[in-house]
């Protein structure tokens, strides 16, 4: 029971490069989401994905793209990372109104 | 949107000693849930609650939504070193599956 990932678990950039964070869940739930946690911040919503090609901004989309062409996939893209994209970003799938998440990617943007 | 604010930040106790924690809501809860955070580590969920007044226990831990559905509140009785983490409490937004809010987090410690 794999539940859902997310690779890499670790990262670190410099500013200006591109970034994708994988997100896989293996229940095929509809609903797929990425949430960025910070200190003073908790997390905060980024994207969510209502189901495969249908996607919707968050609370705070800006420098992020995302895209949804299979269930069990939602992959998050920093286009040209910034030092305020330093995180530790949260996919998280639910079916239902309750929310599974992932082990979390630490990003470092230097 | 949906604000959530949680009480107290932070929170050192000694193993043994009992302890609450506090999640307010600006507005009605559809629902109200309770996550677990171990340092580093991903979301582990604890609870759901959706009915005014509902309580729920597992293990240690008992959580109680209010009958007005806007502040719930995370009791643990004889707090142990495996409770220690960050405790969050989330609100969807009414609509299954949408957007979903969060509180800011409360840290717990507990001293051996």
């Known amino acids: 029971d794999a539940g859902i990932t997310q690779s890499p678990r670790y990262k670190i950039t410099e500013t200006g490069r591109q970034v994708t964070l994988m997100c896989h869940q293996t229940?095929?739930?509809?609903?797929m989401f990425w949430y960025r946690q910070d200190l003073g911040h908790g997390l905060r919503l980024i994207y969510y994905s209502a189901a495969a090609d249908i996607t919707d901004k968050g609370e705070v989309p800006d420098g992020y793209v995302v895209s949804r062409s299979k269930t069990e996939n939602f992959p998050l893209t920093l286009e040209s990372a910034t030092r305020s994209q330093t995180s530790v970003y949260f996919c998280a799938s639910s079916e239902g109104r309750k929310q599974y998440f992932g082990p979390g990617t630490r990003l470092t943007v230097t | 949107s949906q604000e959530l604010e949680q009480s107290p930040q932070s929170l050192i106790v000694q193993e043994g000693k009992n302890l609450t924690i506090n999640c307010t809501s600006s507005?009605?809860?559809?629902?109200l849930y309770w996550y677990k955070q171990k340092y580093g580590e991903g979301l582990i969920f604890l609870m759901m609650?959706?009915?005014?007044?509902e309580e729920k226990s597992h293990e240690k831990i008992t959580a109680k939504l209010d009958e007005k559905k806007q502040q719930s509140s995370l009791h643990i009785t004889a707090s142990q070193p495996s409770h220690a983490g960050i405790y969050l409490c989330g609100a969807d937004g009414g609509n299954t599956g949408n957007q979903f809010y969060f509180g800011t987090g409360t840290s717990l410690t507990v001293i051996p």
């Open positions: 229940w095929s739930h509809s609903y």
């Open positions: 609650l959706q009915k005014g007044g």
């Open positions: 507005k009605t809860l559809y629902g």
